[in-house]
C-alpha cells in the first residue's frame, strides 16, 4: 500500500485494516504495550501514531492488534510524532529490509 487513504473513524479504518488482512501497530507507551526493542513486526502491517502529548485515543489503542512502546529515559513521556515514526520504521525495516 504506498499511498494516502482517508478514514472518517476509527471504526472505519479498523474494518479497513482488518478486510485487508493488515495488523495495525499501535505506537504508544501504554499500560500492557510491548518494548519496542522485543517486538516482532509483521512483514506486512500498520504503523498507528497518535499526537505528541495525549498519545492515542481509546478508540485507536482499541483497534489495534499489537501496542508497542518505544523505549525512553528520563521525565519525557511522549515523543514528536515525526520522531517516533523514523524509530518505528528503522526497527521495521531491521526486521525486514534486504540490502544488496
Known amino acids: 500500500y504506498q499511498h494516502v ?3 472518517p473513524d476509527v ?4 474494518t479497513w485494516a482488518a478486510d485487508a488482512s493488515l495488523p495495525v501497530i499501535a505506537i504508544d507507551n501504554v499500560p500492557g ?3 519496542i ?10 504503523l498507528l501514531f497518535g499526537q505528541e502529548g495525549p498519545g492515542l485515543s481509546d478508540a485507536a489503542i ?5 501496542i508497542v512502546e518505544i523505549s ?3 521525565s519525557t ?21 534486504t540490502f544488496g
Do not use: K
Open 72 to 74: 525512553q529515559f528520563g
Open 77 to 97: 513521556r511522549s515523543l514528536n510524532a515525526s520522531a517516533a515514526a523514523a524509530v518505528a520504521m528503522h526497527c521495521w525495516v531491521t526486521q525486514h529490509a
Open 11 to 14: 471504526a472505519s479504518f479498523a
Open 62 to 66: 482499541a483497534c489495534a492488534t499489537s
Open 37 to 46: 526493542e522485543t517486538f516482532e513486526f509483521a512483514p506486512a502491517c500498520i
Open 5 to 7: 487513504m482517508y478514514h
Open 33 to 35: 504495550s510491548v518494548i
